[in-house]
């Protein structure tokens, strides 16, 4: 499986992007995904997630400014991102949640759980 993380660039302070992650493989539509971040001299922290099934899961300092999506059809997911901060300014890393069809609500913290990785793409937000 390998994961192409692209969008990143940089926005001003309540800006808005839009982030993609394509997937290669034929079993995409039965893993969750999630999305990370690692701003400078911190640890890689959740975002968001999404279930095989849709269900989604936001960090709380996201909540009501992010959406994350999928396209079975294009084995693709996004994070819609809108509101942008100076603190959202890190690399963002998609991954895919290790269980097939995990019914469970737990999407990790740090990364953990998740057997693949995205390159990562660099969203800087300057105020």
């Known amino acids: 499986v390998q994961l192409q993380a692209s969008g990143g660039g940089l926005v001003q302070a309540g800006g808005s992007l839009r982030l993609s992650c394509a997937a290669s493989?034929?079993?995409?539509?039965?893993?969750?995904m999630g999305w990370f971040r690692q701003a400078p001299g911190k640890e890689r922290e959740f975002v968001a997630a999404?279930?095989?099934?849709?269900?989604?899961y936001y960090a709380d300092s996201v909540k009501g400014r992010f959406t994350i999506s999928r396209d079975n059809a294009k084995n693709t997911v996004y994070l819609q991102m809108t509101s942008l901060k100076p603190e959202d300014t890190a690399v963002y890393y998609c991954?895919?949640?290790?269980?097939?069809?995990?019914?469970?609500?737990?999407?990790?913290?740090?990364?953990?759980?998740?057997?693949?990785w995205g390159q990562g793409t660099l969203v800087t937000v300057s105020s």
């Open positions: 493989g034929s079993t995409f539509s039965s893993y969750g």
């Open positions: 999404i279930s095989w099934s849709g269900s989604r």
């Open positions: 991954g895919r949640r290790d269980g097939r069809y995990y019914s469970g609500t737990y999407y990790g913290t740090g990364g953990e759980n998740y057997n693949y």
